[in-house]
């Protein structure tokens, strides 16, 4: 198993991207293998502060992957340092380059509209040995992938993005029914595949202002950035508080 480390009463995993892919790409040979891997940030920690059966769900993750600079900044306020970023949307790209050329299957679920079709396309295109074996933004329900198990397929590794905490419930309730070895949820990160949604420049996501840039571009959410606000309060209060 990987190592991890606790920020706010949530396991983060401590490891670097290149050891993730070695663990999954070792142990989903094995039959009976299954991995839920969600990708916290600190608004996602916020929540889960604030609900502790969502938490309790992030906790009981195989791998929680460190999706926010954020919690780069907490680790080492904690005394806790993280050895690595490694954001959803990034992860999606590297592990389809790792498992383009080799027997495995990915699939895509979720997103708004054709969004999951436009972005196996568009990885396709990048990696053109991807065996896609599934694409589609149904509502989160698991009909459509079992649908799959009744014509003897299976998808060894399914993107699912529904948004927090949709998509780590769904994928904690329905990993253990459906032909599905790895479970992974990755949030926004069809919206920028598809070309949806511009991503950050490189040396602004370098930097850790890619919240920032989307801001700008949707200023809508800047509720949702006010839960900085209260991850920067909950990391200083747990540093004192020891």
């Given at each position: 198993m990987l190592d991890t480390k606790t920020i706010l009463g949530v396991k983060i995993s401590d490891a670097n991207e290149s050891d993730i892919l070695e663990y999954l790409l070792l142990n989903i040979k094995k039959p009976n293998f299954k991995c839920k891997i969600f990708t916290p940030n600190p608004e996602i920690l916020v929540y889960a502060h604030e609900h502790q059966e969502f938490k309790k769900i992030l906790n009981h993750a195989d791998i929680n992957l460190n999706?926010?600079?954020?919690?780069?900044?907490?680790?080492?306020?904690?005394?806790?340092?993280?050895?690595?970023?490694?954001?959803?949307?990034?992860?999606?790209?590297?592990?389809?380059?790792a498992v383009a050329e080799k027997p495995?299957?990915?699939?895509?679920?979720?997103?708004?509209?054709?969004?999951?079709?436009?972005?196996?396309?568009?990885?396709?295109?990048?990696?053109?040995?991807?065996?896609?074996?599934?694409?589609?933004?149904?509502?989160?329900d698991h009909t459509s992938v079992l649908k799959l198990s009744e014509n003897n397929k299976k998808i060894d590794i399914l993107f699912v993005a529904y948004g927090f905490p949709k998509q780590?419930?769904?994928?904690?309730?329905?990993?253990?029914?459906?032909?599905?070895?790895?479970?992974?949820?990755?949030?926004?990160?069809?919206?920028?595949?598809?070309?949806?949604?511009?991503?950050?420049?490189?040396?602004?996501?370098?930097?850790?202002?890619?919240w920032l840039f989307r801001l700008i571009k949707e200023p809508w959410r800047i509720k949702r950035q006010l839960a900085l606000l209260k991850f920067i309060v909950l990391v200083l209060k747990e540093r004192f508080a020891h």
């Open positions: 999706d926010g600079v954020g919690l780069l900044y907490a680790g080492m306020i904690l005394g806790k340092p993280l050895k690595q970023r490694i954001t959803g949307v990034d992860f999606v790209k590297s592990l389809c380059n495995i299957t990915v699939g895509f679920l979720g997103g708004r509209g054709n969004v999951a079709e436009l972005t196996a396309k568009r990885l396709k295109g990048m990696y053109p040995s991807l065996k896609i074996v599934f694409s589609s933004g149904d509502n989160p780590e419930e769904w994928i904690s309730n329905h990993i253990n029914e459906i032909p599905v070895k790895i479970g992974i949820s990755v949030g926004g990160s069809f919206d920028y595949y598809s070309g949806t949604i511009k991503r950050a420049p490189f040396f602004i996501r370098f930097f850790g202002f890619e």
